[in-house]
């Protein structure tokens, strides 16, 4: 099982931006795909970003698409998510997960497969 930790949410002003980490310690980090997911007060976790093991692939949620950039660093054993253009409607608690990329056209092609930790908080202020 891998084990993530979430860091680098905070406060910022409507237009700002943030960069999330995600490090992983476990069994074998670099063979999985990632993704970031977030949730709301009184809202379902949703699905925001995700990339396969190698990185060549991507996927955003509409919502991001264009503001949002998820990368990866397999010598930190850390996947990142860069948010630019912050609105307040992306505030939420944002988890990270690692498990498994469909190339088979599922959309969003990532399924979580380890347990949830505890997400790191983004709020934007208008």
């Known amino acids: 099982q891998v084990h993530l930790a979430e860091s680098g949410g905070g406060l910022v002003q409507v237009g700002g931006s943030l960069r999330l980490s995600c490090v992983a310690s476990g069994r074998t980090f670099s063979a999985l795909a990632c993704g970031w997911f977030r949730q709301s007060p009184g809202k379902e976790r949703e699905f925001v970003a995700a990339i396969n093991w190698s990185g060549a692939r991507t996927n955003y949620a509409d919502s991001v698409k264009g503001r949002f950039t998820i990368s990866r660093d397999e010598f930190k054993n850390t996947v990142y998510l860069q948010m630019n253009s912050l609105r307040t409607e992306d505030t939420a608690v944002y988890y990270c997960?690692?498990?498994?990329?469909?190339?088979?056209?599922?959309?969003?092609?990532?399924?979580?497969?380890?347990?949830w930790g505890q997400g790191t908080l983004v709020t934007v202020s208008s």
């Open positions: 997960n690692a498990g498994e990329w469909d190339y088979d056209g599922t959309d969003p092609p990532f399924k979580p497969l380890d347990a």
